[in-house]
């Protein structure tokens, strides 16, 4: 269809290009003139540019940055030819337009991606209001920042670098000075091989000086976490980030669409006991798959059949496990049974240490620290028989969509963006466009080649791997799993072929294995997407400036046979269920016009043909009487196998979009929280009154004097400082109930469906009932809290700044697919480090709420306060003398007294 409509009417992705070039021939036009200026009257005039956008009016900034977009590029471009020996090509000027016009440009491998975000990120830094990079992992931010920042640095734009445990840095050449380099091979990855492994140039700073520089590289986690922790502080100097003004986001389909059903959560322990989830650990294990529940390996699903719920119920000695009194036992049972039937060991997660490592589905990476959540984690450790860990309880959480969404521009990157465009212009609002190659890509995609059994498929995998490898071809081989990688590996050295296994490795050690992957008869087994971001040369790494003649000869003799052999051959071990995975491991090759090859060996017992349809396919190579090594190979096959994908797609996008549908309803409410919680943050108590005021409307008349003589005795200025910190804690406190009163709600909302009834609809006014219950919460609780406050002048001491909750743990979410989430332990130490404060600071006892010097605060338990918020006058014949107005109604109703009998 899209073919016949793009005869008819034109490829708009071509229209697109055309209308780009008059703006690249402007930029080369300056190339000669600008070539005649030293360095310093580049780096003036480039300052005066940034003058002139930077002045102006937020709302005018746009239209400026457009207008001078020209002369920002033909100065960067000119400028890196001078500090990192790079040219930027015409199609990477392209490129760097469609993402300062907030599109997603799709440049395929061994492009220049890192080079082509330098364009737009300098010109939108001008604005003064930062420009972000945002990365898949920690080395792909450093090493962006270390091979890019001379150019930042000679333009006169700062750089920094947010990291993992609140590590942060800033970008400083060393002794001031510049990159020389080798004319001859001008390329990022030789700048990339020339950097020291420990960062010389990075110097350490604090998380909010890496937020104020112009540009800011680091990974979508800790973007995010940063928004979220930013909306826990009590005082605006541990606030890090600015405002979210554009950020370019690279690998952006593994980032928005791959990651998109992962919250970021922020957590805290919880109290509830862990010993039950050994227990049913235990029980669970006696039960038979089919018998006692059945499994939906598609939607990821278990159920519990009748019978299975009996032999649960007898051997907890209940008669209905779903009555209230047992109703906990149900959340139990369900994650073990999930646990036992759909999470695998050295598939979903390993074990090692006595801790459950989780394992990243799309690039095979050990991901220590991250947790599934909702008490799935604790049922895997419980399976496996090590430690259970407590559980946690949410505190703050945003998922990436609407993280990303919050973005005044958003744009991306990616050598794969095709195949989920419609996803990033319905979710995102985001369009793709295409760009073109330097040179032609002139690899061979082969047809796949299909066997009867895994066993033979594998068999033919290291037949295949050893022919090439005699040939002096180097291999890439992508698995989608360590237990699959680590099975071809032992074929391969029964076979005798040596082999680098790449699974699970940090990504300095994985990064260097890519940068050999392209030597003569190397071979390297890898998960599928391990090493993106790391482009293979043919021949390995490249001699650096300082390399000898000696080494330059050798890697162009290594260089040469690599060519004479083919290139680069891929070998797929399965086709993944999104086609853009598969895409992404043939792109490893045929990089800048190299020659390549790729290859899929896929069998009717991997996971995508058993679900769709793979038991038809084997039915018609028995009765042809195909043997099990006999392979199929043929387009309809192929054909097949895609459509397959294509019906995997569409259901993950549905689930995504059912996501972000749910989803949104919180975010308004998180929009207004924090919205509100800023404004009381960013309040001046010495000079504003506008929430004291608000407070003093809430207070009953009989409470104003009450009200008024408590600030009296600490003097009016102080009182708002108190009002101000009292405000944020409730606003925190109730916000965390909030959240878990919507998971419950969010959970058993389905159940409306039964009914007839849009859950979706239901959701929304469920939860707009809950918003405004918390409005009133919040308002009634800030009364009652200042109310009960009891001030006095304290004794001399030193008091310390308002510290946020403690012991906090970080974690990303899978809520949809597969069901748990993910999360990563934060130090105390580690936090305070981001907000860039000593570990050793925490608030002193004469100040349990962060009052101001010299007033001390005790707040009265429940029951020992003479003023009841909202309470009738006491008497022996008012049954409600002394409730508060939150507490349930003592009629029975099950109200809350203010929205009865307190009414």
């Given amino acids: 269809m899209t073919t016949l409509l793009n005869r008819l009417f034109g490829d708009p992705n071509l229209k697109e290009l055309k209308k780009l070039q008059p703006l690249v021939a402007a930029i080369n036009a300056r190339e000669a003139e600008l070539e005649q200026r030293s360095d310093t009257e580049l780096r003036d005039q480039f300052g005066h540019l940034r003058q002139r956008v930077a002045t102006a009016p937020a709302g005018e900034q746009p239209k400026l940055l457009t207008e001078v977009l020209v002369d920002v590029f033909a100065h960067v471009r000119e400028m890196s030819k001078r500090t990192l020996g790079l040219r930027h090509f015409d199609e990477q000027l392209i490129g760097g337009i469609v993402l300062h016009q907030g599109k997603i440009a799709e440049m395929k491998t061994g492009e220049g991606k ?61 002794d001031g000075r510049r990159e020389t380099v ?236 095709a195949t989920e465009a419609e996803e990033f212009a319905k979710i995102y609002n985001l369009d793709v466009v295409d760009i073109p190659t330097h040179r032609p890509v002139v690899r061979i995609d082969h047809e796949d080649i299909i066997y009867k059994t895994e066993a033979a498929k594998f068999a033919a995998i290291a037949e295949d791997v050893k022919r090439r490898v005699a040939n002096n071809q180097p291999v890439l081989v992508g698995t989608v799993s360590i237990e699959k990688s680590e099975r071809l590996a032992k074929l391969l050295k029964k076979s005798g072929v040596k082999h680098e296994v790449l699974n699970a490795k940090q990504h300095e050690r994985e990064a260097k294995i890519i940068e050999l992957a392209g030597e003569p008869s190397r071979v390297t087994v ?62 490893r090759s045929g990089r800048q016009g190299d020659p ?70 919180m975010n308004q409410h998180r929009e207004v929280v924090y919205r509100k919680r800023r404004k009381i943050l960013e309040l001046n108590p010495a000079t504003e009154t506008w929430l004291h005021d608000e407070i003093v409307d809430l207070m009953h008349e009989d409470e104003l004097e009450t009200f008024t003589a408590k600030m009296q005795t600490v003097g009016e200025a102080q009182f708002r400082a108190i009002e101000r910190l009292v405000y944020l ?23 409306k469906g039964y009914a007839q009834r849009d859950p979706l609809v239901e959701y929304k006014d469920a939860a707009f009932q809950q918003f405004q219950d918390l409005k009133d919460d919040i308002e009634n609780q800030v009364a009652e809290m200042l109310l009960k406050l009891e001030l006095k002048q304290a004794p001399t001491s030193v008091t310390a700044e308002p510290s946020p909750p403690q012991n906090l743990q970080l974690k990303g979410a899978d809520e949809s697919l597969a069901g748990g989430a993910v999360h990563a332990d934060e130090t105390e130490d580690a936090r305070r480090k981001t907000l860039g404060e000593s570990p050793a600071l925490s608030p002193t006892p004469t100040a349990p709420l962060g009052a101001p010097s010299g007033i001390q605060v005790v707040v009265r338990r429940p029951g020992t306060q003479p003023e009841q918020r909202g309470a009738a006058a006491v008497s022996a014949s008012n049954p409600y003398a002394g409730v508060g107005r939150n507490d349930q109604c003592p009629c029975g109703s099950g109200k809350k007294f203010k929205k009865c009998h307190g009414a």
């Fill in 526 to 587: 890898a998960t599928n997407m391990a090493g993106r971001g790391v482009d293979i040369l043919l021949g390995g790494k490249k001699p650096g400036p300082t390399s000898t003649k000696k080494d330059i000869e050798a890697w162009e003799k290594r260089h040469q046979q690599v060519l004479k052999a083919g290139g680069l051959a891929v070998i797929g071990t399965e086709r993944h269920e999104a086609r853009r995975i598969d895409n992404q491991l043939r792109g």
């Fill in 182 to 417: 080798d004319e001859a091979q001008p390329s990022v990855e030789r700048l990339a091989s020339s950097v020291s492994s420990d960062w010389p140039e990075l110097v350490p700073c604090t998380r909010a000086e890496a937020y104020r520089a112009d540009i800011t590289y680091g990974t979508n986690n800790e973007f995010g976490f940063d928004y979220l922790r930013d909306n826990m502080v009590l005082s605006p100097t541990q606030l890090a980030q600015r405002e979210l003004h554009y950020a370019i986001v690279d690998e952006v389909d593994s980032i928005l669409i791959d990651e998109a059903r992962t919250p970021l959560i922020i957590s805290a322990a919880a109290e509830e006991s862990a010993d039950l989830y050994a227990k049913f650990a235990t029980f669970v294990s006696r039960l038979k798959a089919g018998d006692d529940y059945t499994v939906d390996e598609k939607e990821r699903h278990v159920s519990m059949t009748e019978q299975g719920i009996g032999k649960m119920e007898q051997v907890l000695g209940v008669t209905n496990i779903y009555e209230a009194k047992t109703v906990q036992f149900v959340h139990h049972l369900e994650e073990a049974v999930r646990a036992q039937a759909l999470y695998q060991r050295d598939r979903d997660y390993v074990v090692k240490d006595g801790e459950v490592i989780i394992v990243d589905e799309f690039t095979g990476r050990l991901m220590p620290g991250r947790r599934y959540s909702e008490g799935l984690h604790q049922a895997i450790e419980a399976k496996e028989g090590v430690e259970v860990k407590q559980e946690s309880r949410t505190m703050a959480t945003i998922t990436f969509q609407n993280l990303f969404r919050m973005y005044d521009k958003l744009a991306g990157m990616t050598g794969t963006a």
């Fill in 729 to 751: 804690r409730t606003i925190d406190t109730l916000w965390v109930q909030h959240l878990m009163t919507m998971q419950h709600l969010r959970e058993g909302i389905g159940l």
């Fill in 596 to 665: 390549g090859e790729s290859q899929f060996y896929v069998s009717t017992e991997d996971d995508l043909m058993r679900i769709f349809g793979g038991d038809r396919l084997r039915g018609m190579m028995d009765r042809l009487g195909l043997p099990d090594d006999e392979p199929i190979k043929h387009k309809l096959v192929t054909g097949s196998l895609e459509q397959a994908q294509k019906r995997v797609e569409g259901h993950n996008f549905d689930t995504r979009k059912h996501l972000v549908e749910y989803d949104d309803v």
């Fill in 114 to 174: 890192t080079l082509v975000a330098t364009l737009p990120l300098s010109l939108n830094a001008l604005a003064g209001r930062g420009a972000h990079l945002v990365t898949p992992n920690d080395y792909l931010a450093k090493v962006g920042t270390q091979t890019m920042g001379p150019l930042y640095y000679a333009l006169g734009l700062s750089v920094g670098v947010i990291g993992q445990q609140g590590n942060s840095w800033r970008y400083q050449p060393q």
